[in-house]
């Protein structure tokens, strides 16, 4: 006995389903390179976050040090304020630098991990500059 086929039956054809897996494979390799460029701006804002952050930590240990940054380093702005992480990271940005070259002056760097853009707040007799390297999204131009 032979089965009855349906005449309102109907599938896809190999080249429609080719087509398909086409659009697809073009939209995915328009997406994901966008995907992967916004996780190393969230860093850099993350980045420029922390450097604020140790610069307002860093006027506060001044405060407490008669009004000199002398020995400033990312310890003793890790022991003022805890939640600034110090330790090299490869998943979140980290406080790689801060040092006093005089009593009145300071400057402090915080990492990206993904991008390894550095972002610099400097503060000489009240003046605050801000300063990065590298090549990322948040870096324009050696400005931030």
Known sequence: MQAKRFS????F???ELLVVSL???????I???SFVNQKGKANDASAKELARTAQTTAEAYAAGN????TGLSTTKLNEVEKTIPIAVSTTQAYLSGASSAAPSEY??????PTTSD??????KKGIVTRSCT????GCQSGTW
Not at 118 to 123: K, P
Request: glycine letters at 18%; a negative charge; proline letters at 3%.
């Open 8 to 11: 309102s039956e109907h599938g």
């Open 13 to 15: 054809t190999l080249i």
């Open 23 to 29: 659009i697809i494979g073009v939209l995915a390799a």
């Open 31 to 33: 997406a994901i390179p």
């Open 66 to 69: 008669n009004g000199a940054y």
């Open 107 to 112: 400057a402090v760097t915080a990492t990206s």
């Open 118 to 123: 550095t972002f610099t707040v400097t503060g």
């Open 134 to 137: 590298g090549t990322g999204g």
